[in-house]
């Protein structure tokens, strides 16, 4: 038990020193990070790089293999930590607390080791509409593999499992019922209680994904009484790279490996069946992530007591953040929440009208607010609430009011910005041509700009002129996969070889891109096309460490598009 003070708390962090105040510099601008998208990660406190740091500089060594010292000490605090997810979580015995990568991996475990040599064709696999990927596509997998299928839990308005619909969706042919115990995008704690009792009514396995849940409220997984529980440190102020697959021991024991290899084996030999070791080393082949491990558990030693507190300050704070973050919201006339009513933790999902959601995201960042935009790996869930994407603001107990006043400015200013100004959805005869930019104009553009701000401001001037398309031409042919965005391109070629691209996206800042793409790539032929050395190009735009190929604005997938339509 341990009383919550903000001050005391967030001074532990090191990445949010200096800021627990928002600053602004001359230009008004914030000049450190305002961190809101705890829900992808939190930050780590002292304690936890400097374990890592401990183990790496006085006692590293591979753990349970060596009969010295140093692995004798490294096994111990390894071990440690495992006791010490047991007590977090309630678990019976360490022996259901398997290491594993994260919820991600704990989920494929479950899924591989499990539900591939169960089940059968035709049986049932329930899952809820909210779900994140990871605990949706490791079923779709398994379905493949075994003929099962797969039914989905729908939402309330207010984005809770709808619990009138259980009795209709898990019946007998139910196998395995999987869902978050707080859905990523929604903030919504779901009924998993229920969940978990009608899934055992029916005699079938429940999973639950905590992923969301740990950072946030005090589990018990003996209560809730479910066959699996899973989460990943990182996002409960451990490391990455570590994760937890608690599971009821009968089920652990029943479960074939998931990997061979080193430590999860009692017995190897060419001539006899190999043996395997006990829970939990059977699922633990290879070397495990030690240090991780290690330093986990000082960031449980750190949240464990805060949730435990029956004063429940810990959790008093972080609800008046979110009272106080989404009251201010509510206030602004754009902001459009994607469900109804106020979320159950600090993860708060909406869009403002007239604006696409990585425009804002990329927007608040030039003020220092890290904030999250797109489909938030919850695809099916988009597209349920009819939406390609949208902005989420997840808080942790270490942020501040002052910090929430300032993310408030900062979107009423970006409201206010002249190059931003709210546009018709999709209007033609504007423009009539795509510019005529070329690389050296590009690069001379460039030139007079200082550092990212005012090259995502030009950017978007820049998005500005691109001609949008008709709606007929942004169809399933002119898509471009992989941009996490839409976007749409078409390509045209005259009779002297030379293509032109003409494209369109719902966000300005791509729209931005796709002049800048163009200047490398119109007007040219396929040879020259080919010859363009575009990482270069980016490079001296310096852009290169804005546009990831997979998470981030998917340019990308546009530069590989184009290369592919234009054919040698
Ligand atoms: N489930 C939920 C609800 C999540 O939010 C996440 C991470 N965003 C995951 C699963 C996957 O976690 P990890 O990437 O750490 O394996």
Partial sequence: MKKFELYHFRKQFPLLQNTSSPRHDKNGKHSAIVYFDNAATTQKPQKVIDSQQDYYCHYNANVHRASHQLSSKATFAFENSRTLVQGFIGAHSIKEI??????????????????????????EIVLCAS?????????????????ALIKILPLTKQGYIDVTKLDNIITDKTKFVACAHISNV???????????????????ISLIDGAQAVAHLAIDVEALDC????????????????GVLYGKKEHLEAMPPYQGGGEMIKTVSFTQETTFNSLPFKFEAGTPNIAAVIAFGESINLLAPYLADINKGYHLYEQELLNYCYQALAKIAQVNFIVEGIPDIGVIAFTLTGHHNHDVATSLDTYGVAIRSGHHCAMPLMANLNIDGCLRVSLAA??????????????????LEPCLEQENPVEKGQLTSTPTNDMADILTLFAKTKGWDSRHREIML????????????????TIIAGCESLAWLSVEQDNQGLFSFTADSDAKIIRGLLVIVFAAFNNKTAQKIHDVDINDYFAELGLMQHLSPSRGNGVLAIVDKIKLLAKP
Avoid: C
Avoid at 98 to 109: L, R, V
Avoid at 189 to 201: D, F, L, Q, R
Avoid at 398 to 415: G, H, P, Q, V
Avoid at 462 to 477: C, F, I, V
């Fill in 131 to 147: 779900e994140h990927h990871a605990n949706i596509v490791p079923w779709q997998i398994v379905a493949q593999q075994t003929g």
């Fill in 98 to 123: 398997i290491w594993t990568k994260g919820a991600t991996e704990s989920i494929n475990i479950v899924v591989q080791s499990m539900a591939r040599n169960t089940l059968r064709p035709g049986d």
């Fill in 186 to 204: 929604l903030g919504r704690i779901n009924p998993v209680e229920k969940v978990i009792a009608k899934a055992k009514s029916v005699g079938a």
């Fill in 462 to 477: 820049l998005g500005k002129k691109l001609p949008r398309l008709e709606k007929a031409q942004r169809n399933d042919e």
């Fill in 227 to 242: 066959d699996f529980y899973v989460f990943s440190a990182h996002k409960m102020y451990g490391p990455t790279g570590i």
């Fill in 398 to 415: 270490y942020n501040t009011m002052a910090e929430i006043d300032y993310f408030i400015d900062s979107i009423n200013k970006f409201l």
